[in-house]
């Protein structure tokens, strides 16, 4: 646990490394992986958010339990004494992040429940909860995904007034290409009554997301400097892997990792790198690829088997949030305050855990990592693979 002491000390030591003529040349986005000191970081809110309706490609990524649910809620709000507990969580998470000297910044409040029409589908929105999936900053630049749900297209709306801040300061800004989201981008007869069929399906590379157009989340991408390392998932397809492929051009090194999991979709509670040739990996969902980094010479911890109750729901995720980590340099990780063989773990690597509680914020899919993107972490473009 951190103390007030270790939190002083360093900003301390981040203000005598920052001189005032650095301060004013800064450029406002800047971050090459996940673990170097971070200073400016994107908190996702839960207000307005709204259950997205039950179209084929939500129902490919979420749970048969919950089905029901999206059956009776779809297109209409979260319960609303339950958004108001994540809305609470969450502002008392940029407070610690605040304490820790991290500056936090949060997206545009939006009416998510709002209907919209483009000439190939209608839809609603959904929520501005998780900035880990719509964005991703390589370097200077920050890059808007695509994304792959109706109910996402308009996501990037409630981050716009931040990035055009960012753009007018220095940083480079890229959308990545619109989908159409026509019905052309889903197999509209996706089987999924199981989870072996879904097994079975994921083996043979078939997902309820087609390659008619380039899409991807970006919370499929994990980035550990010059060498990025990206899932095919439901909502992330060949196209959309290639085109950040393209995109990045020959200094990043993109890497097409494969794990079995039924359900692939973010790659942040499956294989989350935490510092350099540091992985946390979920032991159900094994990397078919894991020679590689044995070669690299990486050290790959198995995450503990979550402990959460059922007392909650997690309407769009599965337990392993647990490991859904946010780390604010290489010894000190955010985590869940409730998952002690988690924070047991990080300890025993010599991390300093910052304890925190979002189990109703957990509810609409993400943990710390899904919860923000970071625009700035202090370090350069190495490579560590
Ligand atoms: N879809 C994955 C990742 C969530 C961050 C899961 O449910 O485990």
Not at 260 to 269: G, L, R, T, Y
Request: hydrophobic share 40%; charged share 25%.
């Amino acid at each position: 646990i951190c103390s007030a002491v270790s939190v002083a000390t360093r900003r301390q030591h981040v203000a005598t490394q920052m001189s005032a003529q650095e301060e004013k040349t800064k450029i406002p986005v800047s971050s090459h992986n996940e673990w170097d000191l971070l200073e400016e970081v994107i908190v996702g809110r839960a207000e307005n958010a709204c259950v997205p309706e039950f179209t084929t490609e939500v129902k490919a990524n979420t749970y048969e339990k919950y089905w029901p649910f999206y059956q009776k809620y779809g297109g209409k709000p979260f319960p609303k004494k339950h958004i108001q507990k994540a809305v609470e969580e969450v502002e008392e998470m940029c407070s610690i992040l605040q304490q820790e000297g991290v500056v936090v910044r949060r997206p545009d409040v939006v009416e998510w429940e709002k209907a919209f029409e483009t000439p190939d589908f209608k839809s609603r929105g959904m929520y501005a909860a998780m900035p880990r999936d719509i964005l991703i900053v390589i370097g200077n630049e920050i890059i808007e995904a695509p994304m792959a749900w109706r109910s996402r297209f308009f996501e990037y709306r409630a981050y716009r007034s931040l990035i055009k801040e960012y753009f007018t300061e220095g940083a480079k800004w890229t959308a990545a290409p619109k989908p159409l989201m026509s019905d052309e981008l889903y197999d509209m007869n996706y089987p999924m009554h199981s989870v072996q069929d879904r097994h079975e399906l994921a083996k043979k590379g078939q997902f309820v997301t087609t390659e008619f157009e380039p899409c991807f989340d970006a919370a499929d991408f994990i980035r550990a400097g010059r060498d990025i390392f990206v899932q095919r998932s439901q909502v992330t397809n060949l196209m959309g892997i290639k085109w950040m492929e393209r995109h990045l051009g020959p200094e990043y090194n993109l890497h097409q990792l494969t794990f079995k999991d039924p359900n692939p979709m973010h790659i942040d509670a499956t294989f989350n790198i935490i510092g350099p040739g540091l992985v946390v990996a979920n032991p159900d969902r094994p990397c078919n690829e894991m020679h590689l980094f044995k070669k690299a010479g990486w050290t790959v911890v198995e995450a503990p088997t979550p402990t959460r109750s059922d007392d909650l729901p997690l309407w769009m995720s599965s337990k392993w949030l647990s490991m859904n980590v946010l780390m604010l340099d290489e010894e000190r990780v955010m985590c869940d305050k409730n998952e002690i063989p988690t924070m047991k773990m990080f300890e025993e690597l010599g991390i300093t855990t910052i304890p925190v509680d979002i189990q109703h914020a957990n509810s609409l899919g993400g943990a710390f990592h899904c919860w923000t993107t970071d625009v700035r972490r202090r370090g350069e473009l190495k490579s560590y693979f």
